[in-house]
């Protein structure tokens, strides 16, 4: 046996013996079930999350207050109730507003009168021009006097001036008011908005016209009432909530909403055809960083870690480590290690006993 033979031979049974362990190692490593799928590109809008509420449309609301200080003589309504334009809320106690009225009548009658003999003696040259133009001033100013009483008598009663719902209402039978004291709020319920509240990142990738789906609550889980559309992003950032408001209307919803309700908003900021999107729990975080299975021929798994792009409840865009094709796993990513043996969930063994599975089998017909 020369020595090439030798070298030959050598080689021969290091190749198997490597083999051999990899087999070996592959017997030895852990089977774990979960399930797995087949990478594809499709259709992603990128969106984000924001909780708000319903509030009534900018033009569409009112805030009625005392026109002059004095005491609530009686409360008409109560906050939730449906009113009319023109009916009366509130009424103040009238006995001021009567004595002002009175007052600023008695005066201008004696003004007129004044004015009415002035004018006749500053006629006849009796008294001078400027002491009957005094009287005619004095005159004008109580006649103006008078119409003050008396719009102040009409405000008094405070009534509603449009058809709406009661959402506030602070008067409080016998109690003192200031002049301009705010008391009653009235809004009108078929004209809303929905005010979100996102972060400024978040706020400065919407535009006026993206579209938005809403659902009761603080999670996209709730109710689903339909889709609206942004109208208006807020320039500044509110100092209570700290973030910035978006604006959005629904013309048509499933139901009604209500003044005040939570409503969550998934807003769209990004749409991209052909995308790379998997489901949220195959991501398995790790660190700062996010790694995912992917499931080689054999069916062992290979831990790869991933760069994420946008995510929405249907899933999360991966625009790095991962290409159409190629099998991970889904759900049950989380009891699964580098280089374990991977039994999908919904596959059944080969009937010749080997560690290859046939996936999405339809089910067997036996006969009677």
Do not use: W
């Not at 992603?44 to 200080?69: K, M, N, Y």
């Not at 109580?142 to 009663?157: D, F, I, K, P």
């Amino acid at each position: 046996m020369n020595g090439r033979t030798g070298i030959a031979i050598l080689a021969a049974i290091i190749t198997v013996a490597c083999k051999e362990k990899e087999k070996e190692e592959h017997e030895a490593a852990p089977t774990v079930s979960a399930q797995t799928i087949v990478v594809t590109t499709q259709a992603f809008t990128e969106t984000f999350g924001a909780i708000g509420s319903v509030v009534p449309r900018a033009g569409h609301q009112a805030v009625l207050s005392a026109p002059a200080p004095g005491r609530v003589g009686q409360v008409l309504v109560a906050t939730g109730q449906t009113v009319k334009q023109g009916q009366p809320l509130v009424e103040l106690d009238q006995a001021p507003f009567e004595a002002t009225l009175e007052a600023a009548q008695a005066a201008y009658t004696a003004a007129e009168r004044a004015n009415a003999r002035q004018q006749r003696l500053a006629n006849e040259g009796i008294v001078p021009r400027k002491d009957a133009e005094a009287a005619a001033a004095e005159m004008a100013r109580t006649r103006a006097e008078v119409s003050a009483a008396q719009r102040a008598a009409q405000l008094s009663v405070i009534r509603s001036p449009i058809s709406g719902v009661v959402t506030r209402m602070t008067a409080t039978l016998g109690a003192s008011v200031d002049a301009a004291q705010p008391l009653v709020e009235i809004a009108d319920p078929t004209s809303l908005d929905i005010l979100l509240n996102a972060t400024p990142a978040d706020a400065g990738r919407v535009r006026p016209g993206a579209k938005v789906r809403l659902n009761t609550g603080t999670t996209s889980s709730g109710e689903p009432l339909g889709v609206g559309t942004v109208v208006d992003i807020g320039a500044m950032i509110d100092s209570t909530l700290r973030g910035v408001a978006i604006r959005v209307q629904a013309p048509s919803t499933r139901r009604p909403v209500k003044i005040g309700e939570t409503i969550f908003g998934e807003v769209a900021v990004a749409l991209r055809p052909a995308a790379i999107v998997i489901p949220n729990e195959a991501l398995v975080p790790e660190g700062e960083t996010f790694k995912v299975f992917v499931v080689d021929a054999e069916g062992i798994a290979h831990a790869r870690e991933v760069k994420l792009g946008g995510k929405n409840d249907a899933g999360t865009e991966i625009i790095e480590g991962l290409t159409a094709g190629e099998r991970i796993v889904t759900q049950g990513a989380y009891a699964v290690s580098d280089s374990a043996k991977v039994q999908p969930m919904n596959a059944v063994p080969s009937k010749t006993g080997d560690d290859k599975v046939k996936k999405d089998l339809p089910p067997s017909k036996e006969k009677p």
